[in-house]
């Protein structure tokens, strides 16, 4: 049986793909550990130049539902801090502020992707002055150790 048949269509994210096996005509092959939510739960975001505390993880806030723009709204823990998505005129991207849907924050990135886990734009940040391009902001899916699938075998 064709071990990529089980996959299937779907969009997914590959966590990881590190074991090799042989398949059975001896051709060997790496197995892929894959993440199948189209919708990350969790949106990791570091490495700010002047607001550490805007960094963590954001949690998907309330049920799926809920919006703002037809995205997502992400709350980080135990914080009033968001991350959500803004329309004003032209400009459309994802931004980090302290009112959710409000189009006021410190962080932002004029990128349209659906999900912020799949953002591949520099973020801007804001040093009270102005807006600054910052290249060292990374964000993407949080996937906590206890939910990451683990392989033994021989």
């Known amino acids: 049986m064709d071990r990529m048949k ?10 990881f793909c590190d074991i090799s096996f042989a398949d059975e005509r001896n051709d060997h092959r790496s197995l892929c550990f894959l993440f199948l939510s189209p919708d990350c739960r969790l949106i990791e975001l570091s490495n700010t130049w002047f607001h550490r505390s805007l960094e963590g993880v954001y949690e998907l806030k309330g049920p799926a539902v809920y919006n ?15 991350l959500f998505y803004v329309i004003q005129g032209s400009w459309q991207g994802w931004m980090v502020g302290k009112y959710e849907c409000v189009n006021k924050g410190y962080l932002s990135v004029g ?34 150790v206890s939910d990451r699938v683990m392989l033994i075998g021989k």
């Open 6 to 15: 089980a996959i299937g269509y779907v969009l997914v994210w590959i966590v």
């Open 68 to 82: 703002c723009n037809n995205r997502s709204v992400y709350q980080l823990k135990d914080e009033e801090s968001y």
């Open 111 to 144: 990128d349209r992707s659906e999900y912020p886990d799949n953002i591949n734009t520099t973020w801007e940040e804001f040093n009270s002055l102005k807006w600054l391009f910052n290249k060292d902001i990374i964000s993407g899916c949080h996937i906590p």
